[in-house]
């Protein structure tokens, strides 16, 4: 059974950080890409950000030097390090997978990606 799941969320004030983390199991996913989206109430769901397997990232424009994604392929884990956090940031993060590898394009859309954690909720005091 496949899955993948997040820690790291939490409370932190407008201009700290936090980290997040997550596990996932049941498959190597060493292959897979592997993203972090956000919701935000009344908002759609978004990509903050993706890796490949090789290490290619790409980031929505919001966060774009801001927010780090890593991921460790032996351990099957991808963090996501958040600095300099905003308000709007405030949102369920959720960690996906892709079931296919990807050896360029990073895709964008969460109809690409097959597996999802059950989110962390981050909040932004401002």
């Known amino acids: 059974q496949v899955q993948l799941v997040e820690s790291g969320g939490g409370l932190v004030q407008a201009g700290g950080s936090l980290r997040l983390s997550c596990a996932a199991s049941?498959?190597?996913?060493?292959?897979?890409?592997m993203g972090w989206f956000r919701q935000a109430p009344g908002k759609e769901r978004a990509l903050v950000a993706a890796?490949?397997?090789?290490?290619?990232?790409k980031y929505a424009d919001a966060v774009k030097g801001r927010f780090t994604i890593s991921r460790d392929n032996a351990k099957n884990t991808v963090d996501l390090q958040m600095n300099t956090l905003k308000a709007e940031d405030t949102a369920v993060y959720l960690c996906?997978?892709?079931?296919?590898?990807?050896?360029?394009?990073?895709?964008?859309?969460?109809?690409?990606?097959?597996?999802w954690g059950q989110g962390t909720q981050v909040t932004v005091s401002s």
């Open positions: 049941g498959r190597t996913f060493s292959s897979s890409v």
């Open positions: 996906a997978a892709t079931a296919k590898s990807y050896t360029w394009i990073v895709p964008l859309e969460g109809s690409s990606y097959d597996y």
């Open positions: 890796i490949l397997s090789g290490g290619r990232t």
